[in-house]
């Protein structure tokens, strides 16, 4: 499968939501399993990396081999992903999805399926904090499970200035559209805030977020500063001895009177759950998925 066809395959955000939420739920309670996340780097900050998991009620396992290269000269850095799918039961190899469109979308999914679950009430007003290809289908995503009253985007270049303000269109009805520089600005009083830029520095303050507010990194704990009082989860199986697990993503009022960060590294039951919504797969005892749905960013 390329990019065209996944693409083709109109994957229903609240579907693969949904998806991704129940095998992360599976990970936290010891029904899924995967392997820590494994990187070889290049020398001149790229990496190549490599993730597997299964999920034995999806009858599913996939193994994931990715890499960045950076830009040179003014040029974009280079990512790319394949992804071999195989039947958890009898090994068979059912599908390879090579390009980066399924893990934009099992990542923006991810990041709706974290924000529902460990937000106090629906976020009102949201923060982006970046706008390349992950955060576009994170809003999009956001816009149907989650939709914003407000939604502010912080950038650092004008062309992500431009594809914020051509973003319009994918927000709800009345739903007002800010746009900034200032990461400070964007995420004061949040709700909800997501960031995906890669870097490697703090770039906010989770303290300064809404009373209740969640912020959901899709580039690291770092780039968040956090106080005593704040929760910390990610989307990997338990860290022993942090109390940083994916448990507590989906764990009932985690979000209840204090700030949360999710931080989301990529988690590989997550690809199991994409494939799985790609090739019409059920859980055990559950009905047939809705896959169809916009798949335009």
Known sequence: MTDADVAAACVEPRTLTAAVAAALTDLGAGLATQLPKQTLPTGDGGFFLTVAGAVPALDLATSKWASYRPGRAGSPGVSTSAILVTRYGDAANLAFVE????????????AAAAARALCAEPPARLALVGFGPTNQWTLRYLAAVLPPREV????????????????????????????????AAAVRGADLAV?????????ADLGTLAERGVAVSL?????WRTGARDLVVTDRAADAGTGR?????????QGK??????????????????AAVLLGVARKGAPPQVVRGEARP
């Open 99 to 110: 390009g980066m469109l399924a893990t934009w979308l099992r990542t923006a999914a991810t």
């Open 245 to 253: 697990d994916a448990t507590a993503i989906f764990r009932p009022g």
């Open 195 to 203: 960031s995906a830029t890669g870097a490697r520095t703090a770039l």
């Open 257 to 274: 009177d204090r700030r949360v960060l999710a931080d989301l590294a990529g988690s590989a039951v997550t690809d199991v759950a994409l």
């Open 219 to 223: 580039d690291g704990s770092l780039t």
């Open 152 to 183: 502010r985007v912080a950038v650092r270049s004008a062309a992500s200035a431009a594809r914020a303000e051509a973003a319009r269109g994918m927000l709800p009805e009345g739903c007002a559209l800010f746009v900034t520089t200032d990461v």
